[in-house]
């Protein structure tokens, strides 16, 4: 019997379905989809499970963009891209596909 706490999170296996029908997204994206279908979240809950993920294989990086914009911190904007990677197991909740197909603003923010 093993010891300690599980590895799994529900949280991350949610963000996995969503990166599962949008093929890749950054950090953002991702919270604005979460928030419409599963319960609340903090961004920074996003951000950490996206790195925990990486961690374990869930999440691998697709691609950095640098933006240019009119921040409050500056001109420009890195944005992480992810996708999924090889430890991720998505189960194809169909919640997260019904939004997104009925919501095609927020498919559309992908890279």
């Not at 706490?5 to 949008?22: A, C, D, K, T």
């Not at 240019?68 to 197991?89: H, I």
Request: glycine share 10%; aromatic share 12%; net charge positive.
């Amino acid at each position: 019997m093993n010891r300690g706490r599980p590895i799994g999170s529900s949280v991350r296996q949610n963000m996995i379905e969503i990166v599962y029908f949008l093929g890749n997204a950054h950090g953002y994206h991702i919270y604005k989809v979460y928030k419409q279908i599963f319960p609340k979240i903090t961004l920074r809950g996003i951000y950490y499970h996206l790195k925990k993920g990486l961690t374990l294989a869930e999440f691998e990086v697709d691609e950095i963009q640098k933006e240019k914009g009119d921040y409050s911190w500056g001109g420009e904007a890195e944005k992480t891209y992810y996708k999924l990677g090889k430890a991720a197991k998505p189960r194809g909740d169909p919640r997260v596909k019904m939004l997104l197909d009925t919501r095609p603003d927020l498919k559309g923010q992908t890279k």
